[in-house]
């Protein structure tokens, strides 16, 4: 290790390496409370040197974990001080920016803030967005497929990734930066990275996608009084709306009371009575046009007894407000310790999956509590649960409480969040045997001494 070290600092220069107390205070992730335990940082700033530090680490069979901005909550960048930890900040730039043909080419240290800051004031848009875009880099998300607030009109990363350019574990320069949408030219090598949280490769460049930037955005809030009725209006204002909606988010009232109430800064746009708060957003062509036509969907809606209340947003400081009680999961805190999970499962089934979990949660901790809210318009739940515990035994119990009803419902453990290390004893709940078997012949393919980002997303033999 410290010959290695020593190598790197002679090619590069000590200021490329953090150790020791610098190192440590980067963290493990989001709401993790472990350091960063890597014995160094190694920060590069080409790709040209990641294809030389990999060689070398590949060499001495040197395990090695990407860093981004460090928003994983499955601690999917979590190190041992054996490993080193890699990462992208000083490959930070927007390198091109194509406004004919919508991409932008950026290094894959860029923060979202500033790839979608940069994109609107050429009038487009990217339209990744999620609640850490001013610390998430754009290799992160790429490397976790990450979902956001869109994906029901945009879908995940994925659909957002025109070329990448990726170093392999052995230092090879894996290229292909091609900016059109169509590329049907044999096995789409990009799609292995994307989602593969570090453990095939190290992205360092990506050709992103993006969208005109719409010019009008409407958004509401809207109380529900009974579960059946919530999948009944996704359709409904879809049809009506003209494929111009963007969002469908729902809080469960539990979660809705949490986020609106002291010690939270947000106030209550609606009586906390209702079981359900669908926050519902479309982006179209024409304000005053499309905020009439919105408020109009939105009544008949509720003259259909599909709406119980509604709240419009008539300004941006009000769909900001709107917005803010969604996201504000800081609240959450209060309940400390608490464990966090990123489900999916299909909309038919989703009230009885619901059900079934808090009614098992509350046979085994009568005094738990439970927080539903998420992107119900693609079938994706965040489910967060305080049972007054934190210990591994503990979280185990209730990580199988949460999983067991996915299996029969054809459910996934993850939505968007990934696997990381959290989640890789249950990855076998949503991949057959088969599908894990061929994931580790992949690993092995690309990364035959297992020297990236290691024991995360597939499980132990």
């Known amino acids: 290790m410290e010959e290695l070290l020593a190598d790197l600092t002679g090619r ?13 205070a980067r963290g493990s992730g989001w709401g993790s409370p472990e350091p960063c335990h890597a014995a160094a940082i190694l920060r590069p700033n080409s790709t040209q040197q990641i294809g030389e530090i990999l060689r070398l680490c590949s060499a001495r069979k040197q395990t090695i974990v990407p860093h981004g901005g460090l928003t994983s909550v499955v601690r999917g960048v979590r190190t041992e001080p ?13 390198e091109q920016l194509d406004e004919e043909g919508q991409t932008m080419t950026v290094q894959a240290g860029a923060i979202l803030q500033r790839v979608q800051e940069r994109a609107r004031q050429a009038g487009l848009m990217f339209p990744m967005d999620l609640g850490a875009r001013g610390s998430a880099t754009i290799g992160g998300i790429i490397s976790t497929n990450a ?19 990726v170093v392999l574990a052995d230092g090879t320069v894996l290229s292909n930066l091609c900016p059109v949408l169509k590329n049907n030219t044999g096995y789409d090598l990009k799609q292995f990275f994307i989602g593969a949280e570090g453990t095939l490769g190290v992205i360092t460049r990506a050709v ?11 958004t509401a809030l809207a109380a529900v009084k009974d579960f059946s009725q919530l999948p009944r209006l996704l359709k409904y204002v879809g049809a ?8 469908f988010e729902v809080m469960w009232n539990d979660y809705y009371r949490l986020v609106t109430t002291p010690p939270a800064r947000c106030a209550p746009a609606l009586p906390l009575s209702y079981p359900y708060y669908a926050l519902i957003e479309a982006m179209g062509s024409d304000q005053a046009g499309d905020q009439a036509r919105f408020e109009a969907v939105l009544a008949e809606a509720q003259q259909q007894g599909l709406i119980a209340d509604c709240a419009i947003a008539l300004s941006p400081k009000e769909r900001n407000a709107l917005w803010e009680a969604r996201d504000s999961v800081d609240q959450l805190h209060q ?27 509350k046979r085994g901790w009568p005094d738990h509590k439970c927080f539903i809210f998420g992107h119900l ?52 709940w949503s991949r057959s045997l088969d599908e894990i078997r ?4 992949i690993k092995q393919l690309l990364d035959p001494h297992g020297i990236l980002n290691p024991g995360k997303v597939l499980p132990d033999l």
């Open 377 to 428: 318009g693609d079938s994706n739940l965040h489910v967060i649960i305080a049972v007054g515990s934190d210990d591994p035994a503990v979280r185990h119990r209730v990580e199988s409480v949460v999983y067991e009803g996915l299996r029969s419902r054809l459910g996934s453990i993850s939505a968007e969040h990934g696997i990381g290390v959290d989640k890789r004893p249950f990855l076998h």
């Open 438 to 441: 061929i994931m580790r012949s």
């Open 240 to 247: 009506r709306l003209g494929g111009t909606l963007s969002a």
């Open 335 to 361: 309940h400390r310790p608490v464990f966090s999970f990123d489900i999916s499962v299909p909309l038919k089934s989703m009230e009885s999956y619901c059900a079934d979990t808090v009614a098992a949660l």
């Open 82 to 94: 054996s490993d080193l930890a890699l990462s992208l900040e000083r490959m930070n730039e927007i």
């Open 147 to 165: 979902g956001g607030n869109a994906v029901l009109r945009y879908g995940m990363t994925r659909n957002l990734v025109l070329g990448l350019e």
């Open 208 to 218: 992103l996608r993006l969208v005109p930037l719409p010019a009008s955005q409407t």
């Open 12 to 24: 590069y220069g000590a200021d490329m390496l953090l150790r020791g107390s610098d190192a440590q």
